[in-house]
């Protein structure tokens, strides 16, 4: 197991912040694909890759941070663009994709699934108002 | 000692990121619906993310950040046009 070569001056405290966030964010993101694939049906596994968006790239963006900022001795926050990127788009995919399987289930007359609203009342609270 | 344990964990975790790789890769290729195997390629798009992040930590190089920025910029883009094409059969209408 070699060292890696360019973080050779890094102090011992910031090598130990990045190692813990980086077994912080590759733990949970691994956790949360794990329930994705054991998770009995659609609607409990759209659940499970969420902790990998949510602290998994957390943790690595911070990491990653860390890392840079302490061995450039100026402060690098240019991956917290990637952190809000993905906090912003993981809801908008998730709930397209969410309503696009309540639709799919809908026509086809699954069990299990939610009826249609009562009303359209609003837009915006589609999803909330099938269950009963 | 502590160049060590960063060494080693960024080992682990990128284990642990090319293990979900797979586990969503095998989602997707058993995945009973079509809704999963999207899902499945919105994860395995998120982890191959985080991987080339811990690749940049590994190497110091800024050019990883950038490719891990396009690949969240194209798994979005892909997942909500796949989302858009499962609700109602074409894409752009």
Known sequence: MSTIEHAADLPAWAALAVSFFLVIGAGL???????????????????APTLGTSWGTGGIVMASMIFFTVLSTRLVVHEILIGIF??????????????????????????????EAPA????????????D | MSQ????????????????AM????????????????????????????????VFGIRTGKVIYFEASLVIGMLGFVATVALAKFLMRGEVIE
């Open chain 2, 4 to 19: 060590m344990i960063l060494s080693w964990s960024m080992m682990f975790a990128q284990v642990c990121l090319v293990v």
């Open chain 1, 86 to 115: 993905v906090t912003v788009t993981t809801p908008v995919t998730l709930m397209l994709l969410a309503r696009a399987t309540l639709h799919r289930d809908r026509v086809e007359g699954n069990p299990g699934v939610p009826g």
């Open chain 1, 29 to 47: 993101t691994l956790i949360g694909t794990i329930g994705f694939v054991r998770l009995p049906t659609f609607y409990e596994r759209i659940h």
């Open chain 2, 22 to 53: 797979a586990l969503a890769a095998l989602r997707m290729s058993r995945g009973p619906r079509a809704q999963d195997r999207v899902l499945a390629l919105d994860t395995l798009y998120v982890n191959s993310m985080l991987l080339l992040m």
């Open chain 1, 120 to 131: 359209e009342t609003g837009e915006g609270d589609g999803a909330a108002a099938g269950a």
